[in-house]
């Protein structure tokens, strides 16, 4: 997968991370941007999945800019999607626990709004992406923490023949064991992952990764 004209965006510069021992750092490399991010928190983490599973989506960058200067709230994603080519801002809701939560494991997470936001900034429409949001899509968030390594791993070793004979099998909707099955002639794992990189770029559509964990009997079909 190679990245979009993205270097080329005025928010295409991400920021830095804010120093300091108690942030959390999680490294990932994005097949959609073909690069490194480094992210602070699991919810960051958690959108980008959502950013990489999206087709739609055609570039993005983690904390692209702040809410009012330096100081302030940074802004957790820019994104582009297809039908709004302009980008827009995505905010993520954070959340803290009540202060007992050493001593209560069932703990409720209190959620902490964003800061006020307009519904324009810097001249990109902003989205809040809400915990009931992140909560709701818990299964896909999953299944694309398990596609995303084949995405990176195959990434310089696409087979557009084994991807296209793919597209063709799945004139009507397959099972992934399905699949398997009928090139068993190739490495399953080159087949996965082939399956995977046409699901990423949209040419492959699975309702099931919405509703069910990736598996065997996860069915697959043509666009």
């Known amino acids: 997968m190679r990245a979009s004209g993205h270097s080329t965006h005025k928010f295409s510069r991400p920021l830095l991370l804010p120093h300091g021992g108690w ?5 990932v490399f994005s097949p959609k941007l073909g690069r490194r991010l ?18 739609a989506i055609e570039s993005f960058t983690e904390r692209p800019a702040h809410v009012d200067g330096p100081g302030s709230a940074v802004i957790d994603f820019w994104v582009k999607l297809r039908n709004v080519p302009s980008g827009e ?31 324009v900034l810097h001249k990109q429409a902003v989205r809040v992406v809400r915990q009931t949001d992140l909560q709701a899509w818990s299964v896909p968030i999953g299944n694309w923490s398990r596609i995303i390594p084949y995405l990176v791993s195959h990434r310089r070793f ?38 995977f990189a046409l699901l990423a770029g949209g040419r492959v559509v699975s309702p099931d990764l919405a509703v069910s964990p990736l598996g065997g009997a996860t069915r697959f079909g043509r666009t």
């Open 23 to 27: 942030r959390r750092r999680i490294e």
């Open 38 to 55: 480094s992210l602070g928190n699991y919810d960051a983490f958690r959108t980008w999945l959502v950013i990489e599973a999206n087709p």
């Open 89 to 119: 801002f995505w905010f993520i809701e954070g959340r803290r626990r009540s202060p007992d939560v050493a001593t209560t494991a069932t703990a409720a997470v209190e959620l902490t709004s964003p800061p006020a936001l307009p519904a």
């Open 158 to 195: 696409r087979d557009p023949l084994l991807e296209q004979s793919i597209v063709v099998y799945l004139g009507e909707p397959r099972t992934m064991d399905a699949v398997l099955e009928r090139f068993a002639t190739s490495d399953p794992t080159s087949v996965e992952a082939a399956l």
